[in-house]
């Protein structure tokens, strides 16, 4: 079964930074591609990075392109999102999400994380 954990979440103030980290476990995680979602609540969950497991692209959502990267470390089982410049709008619960497809920022994923708090203040 596959297990994902998110960890790295906290308060931080703006313009500050955090490092997520997606830790999986169940899997032959080589062989999944990983997406970074995050929700507020009342809203949806949306995708903010992924990475492909194929050739390690990786694509981002506007609103945190050029201020968060997605890396993967095989190796370790592990997915980052380095989160740089935050904001108070970037406050929400970040999840990782894990599939043997590359679905981009669709919400499709089969597997899910418990998700990590970010508190971003101003």
């Known amino acids: 079964e596959v297990q994902l954990v998110e960890s790295g979440g906290g308060l931080v103030q703006a313009g500050g930074s955090l490092r997520l980290s997606c830790a999986a476990s169940g899997v032959n995680f080589g062989d999944y591609s990983i997406g970074w979602f995050r929700q507020v609540s009342g809203n949806e969950r949306e995708g903010i990075a992924c990475i492909s497991h194929k050739d390690g692209s990786s694509y981002y959502d506007d609103s945190v392109k050029g201020r968060f990267t997605i890396s993967r470390d095989n190796a370790k089982n592990t997915v980052y999102l380095e989160m740089n410049s935050l904001k108070p709008k970037d406050t929400a619960v970040y999840y990782c999400?894990?599939?043997?497809?590359?679905?981009?920022?669709?919400?499709?994923?089969?597997?899910w994380g418990q998700g990590t708090h970010v508190t971003v203040s101003s």
């Open positions: 999400a894990a599939d043997r497809f590359f679905l981009g920022l669709s919400r499709l994923y089969d597997y």
